[in-house]
């Protein structure tokens, strides 16, 4: 009887691991590490917060998994974290907290929402990450056939913008479907490229847009380059990951050039795990915002007023340590929910 009842459980968890493989690549909110600054750096929130919030993407139990997948839904609460859990988030604190300069980061979980953030509402110039939220709103467009992907540009003077990308090297009057200008945005993180996609939009309609996804930031009168938080990044990412869920027929198209984007400061250590990026530099500002495609997916954007010389280490290094965690928390969350159906 025993060995029957063992037999069974044996059966339910192979078919728990092959629905994980399955639906795992899902989205959602829950704060944890809330360290917050206003625009003139002073400490406003120094303390270790905690929100259980309803995610936007629960997946769908089947038979005898619906127990076993209920439990996933739910977030570990603070008093069940491991000494090891604590002691990540305390070296993630350390790291933006002793950092020279500004900096920021917010985390989301993409399935249960866990939510991490240092300073995530302190506002930088966002260089070129504001090139991802209007190449999403182009693609948004194209889905509503109120814009062509095959349309065709012509590249002006009043197109140019020094910097990166190709196009600058190009003749005036060279054309360019509106999908080739989008790749070009987030692959060579073009300027001429963003420019044209920019001046062929409605200003007003972006911006409404975003704003009704919870962004707090963008542009700033008619300057197309704007502001942003890592709270925002966070939703830019957010938002590209339910968009690539919901339309699978462009998903490989738009999932190709954000794996191939130029300048990738968001990297993990030996792990081959997928990063779909979006970077933006200055000689003083320096960001980066990124979909993590591990088993449990996860967004993360990280702020900072860093110079060229210093950020790659400190980027690399907050990069591992929340992945670390991510890790710790999904380790504690799958022994948990095995003890609570299964024992």
Excluded at 27 to 43: H, R, T
Excluded at 244 to 250: A, C, Q
């Amino acid at each position: 009887m025993i060995f029957k009842m063992l037999k069974n459980y044996f059966v339910v968890l192979i078919l728990f691991l092959l629905a994980s493989f399955i639906y795992i690549i899902s989205s959602q909110k829950s704060k944890i590490l809330a360290y917050e600054y206003g625009g003139d750096n002073n400490l406003i929130n120094n303390q270790l917060v905690i929100e259980a919030n309803e995610g936007v993407d629960k997946k769908i139990g089947i038979s005898e998994l619906d127990n076993f997948i209920s439990c996933y839904e739910e977030p570990i609460g603070r008093e069940d974290y491991t000494p090891e859990m604590n002691k990540k988030l305390e070296e993630i604190n350390r790291l933006f907290a002793t950092s020279s300069t500004k900096v920021s980061f917010t985390y989301e979980d993409l399935y249960t929402g866990l939510h991490l953030s240092y300073n995530e509402n302190s506002t930088y110039f966002a260089a070129s990450v504001i090139k991802s939220p209007v190449v999403l709103y182009v693609y948004k467009l194209y889905l509503e056939e109120k814009l062509d992907l095959n349309e065709v540009l012509v590249y002006k003077p009043s197109h140019y913008v020094a910097g990166t990308g190709s196009i600058q090297y190009q003749k005036y009057g060279t054309k360019y479907t509106i999908r080739e200008l989008v790749a070009k945005t987030i692959i060579e993180s073009d300027n001429i490229a963003y420019t044209m996609l920019c001046q062929r939009i409605n200003n007003s309609d972006i911006r409404n847009f975003w704003k009704e996804k919870g962004v707090t930031t963008f542009w700033y009168g008619n300057n197309i380059w704007g502001q942003v938080n890592s709270k925002d990044g966070a939703i830019y990412m957010k938002e590209l990951y339910l968009f690539l869920k919901e339309n699978p027929e462009l998903k490989e198209e738009i999932l190709s050039y954000y794996l191939r984007s130029a300048t990738r400061l968001i990297k993990l250590n030996n792990t081959g795990i997928p990063i779909a990026h979006k970077s933006g530099w200055t000689s003083s500002t320096i960001h980066d915002m990124a979909i993590i495609f591990s088993d449990q997916p996860y967004v993360l954007s990280i702020n900072s007023l860093l110079g060229y010389g210093n950020f790659s280490s400190f980027f690399y290094q907050a990069s591992n340590l929340i992945n670390e965690f991510h890790k710790l928390y999904w380790d504690k969350k799958s022994e948990r929910c095995y003890r609570q159906v299964f024992e």
